[in-house]
């Protein structure tokens, strides 16, 4: 069964920093690509971050570009979402989605809550 | 960016009824367009991929169709379970973009 786990959210101040992580199980993670998509409380989705299987490819959206890094370990079956100088509106819920094809998710976890406030 | 319109902003039906929801892209995406499904405090679920391809354990009464600019998703009869908010989402040109949602609530 495909699994993954998102972790790492919380309360951070504007301008702090935090690193999310999804561990994954269930299916052969270095295969895929994968993305980071968030919804802020009440609105809509948000692609933010996608990388492919061998890091080759990696795009950011506008909003998160220079201050958010997407990164893989594929022996620890583990992507992560360096997230720096955050703002108050990246406050989301943030889901990890694998690629069915590139940007088709087919499989969510259950995403992890990322609140900046002061 | 692209930009997905998805109309009506919310639909009232009644179990068994048919329900019609509509994307529209500010260009064309080509057959580029998935539709997720996603109930309160659930992740999104994916429905349809490349405008009319159902994804794994996904009910025949959940249908895709259109090209280019404009495109439709259909459940053809709701079930009980099928009241949620839907999405639209291209995946033509990066970034990668969703629809506003529609909602589809029991009347």
């Known amino acids: 069964e495909v699994q993954l786990v998102e972790s790492g959210g919380g309360l951070v101040k504007p301008g702090g920093s935090l690193r999310l992580s999804c561990a994954a199980s269930?299916?052969?993670?270095?295969?895929?690509?994968m993305n980071w998509v968030r919804q802020a409380p009440g609105k809509g989705l948000e692609w933010v971050s996608s990388m492919s299987s061998s890091d080759s490819n990696i795009y950011y959206a506008d909003s998160v570009k220079g201050r958010f890094t997407i990164s893989r370990d594929n022996a620890k079956n583990s992507l992560y979402l360096q997230m720096n100088s955050l703002r108050a509106e990246d406050t989301a819920v943030y889901y990890c989605?694998?690629?069915?094809?590139?940007?088709?998710?087919?499989?969510w976890g259950q995403g992890t809550l990322v609140t900046v406030s002061s | 960016e692209i930009v997905l319109t998805q109309s009506p902003a919310t639909l009232s039906l009644s179990p068994g009824e048919r329900a019609t929801l509509s994307c529209r892209a500010s260009?064309?995406?080509?057959?580029?367009l998935a539709w997720y499904q996603q109930k309160p405090g659930q992740a999104p679920r994916l429905l349809i991929y490349d405008a009319s391809n159902r994804a794994t354990g996904i009910p025949a009464r959940f249908s895709g169709s259109g090209s280019g600019t404009d495109f439709t998703l259909t459940i053809s009869s709701l079930e009980p379970e099928d009241f949620a908010v839907y999405y639209c989402?291209?995946?033509?040109?990066?970034?990668?973009?969703f629809g506003g949602g529609t909602k589809v609530e029991i009347k």
């Open positions: 989605a694998r690629d069915l094809f590139q940007g088709v998710g087919d499989y």
């Open positions: 989402q291209q995946r033509s040109n990066w970034p990668f973009t």
């Open positions: 269930g299916f052969t993670f270095s295969s895929y690509s």
């Open positions: 260009q064309s995406v080509s057959s580029f």
